[in-house]
Each structure stands twice: as C-alpha cells, then as structure tokens.
C-alpha cells in the first residue's frame, strides 16, 4: 500500500510549486483538488511547462517517486533558451494545446506516467 501526493510544478517559475494532502495507505488514490495559478499570461503558458508528479510519503526516509507527466508545446526550448523541461511527449503535448487552444473549459484526460522526469 502507499501512501500518495500529487505535486504540481512550473519548471520555469522558480518557487511555484503546490501538493495535495497524502492519502494514506491506498494503491488506488483520487484526488479532487484544485490548483491555481494567478496571474499567467498566455505566452508564459505556451513557453512554459507543467510538472505533476506522484509520490509515496515515507516518514523515515525521502519520498519515492512514482510517476510523472510534464505538460507543454514539446519544443525544447523556453524563451529562445533550450532547457530539458520542453519535453513534452506526444499526448501531453496534445494535452496541453488543446487546454491553450481553448481555454477555461473543464478537460479531463487520462495520460501515462513517466517512470523518470530527467
């Protein structure tokens, strides 16, 4: 059984970065949990990228990471600058577009985790 959070993260905005409460002893967590963000302009959106990740709380040691997807245009690059988190897959690319194409409607997709976010 783990005992899982989700975290939330923009790579390019230093600071930024949210979780959820841990679920204790569950290997089928659901979260209902809103994250906001104020105050992003669509071009930081579309040179930005979004980090969620999944961990196992472990009280004695440092937490494991399960899983992660990392949402954004795919380029490669963030302001001109190539950066390792412009690298976005194909469906998280999809993802992404269709949330910058039409904005503030709700989106509910099912994606593969990552084993690694390197």
Not at 58 to 66: A, H, K
């Amino acid at each position: 059984m783990f005992s899982p959070f989700f975290s939330v993260l923009w790579p390019n905005q230093t600071g930024d970065k949210q979780k959820t409460a841990i679920i204790k002893k569950t290997s089928n967590p659901e979260w209902n949990h809103l994250f906001k963000h104020e105050g992003v302009t669509e071009k930081e959106l579309r040179e930005g990228s979004l980090e969620l990740t999944i961990w196992h709380h472990e009280l004695m040691t440092s937490n494991v990471f399960l899983g992660g997807v990392r949402l954004n245009v795919g380029t490669g690059y963030s302001y001109g600058h190539a950066v390792h988190f412009m690298d976005g897959t194909g469906p998280e690319v999809e993802c992404w577009q269709t949330l910058l194409d039409m904005p503030n409607k709700w989106r509910e997709w099912a994606l593969s985790l990552r084993p690694g976010m390197d």
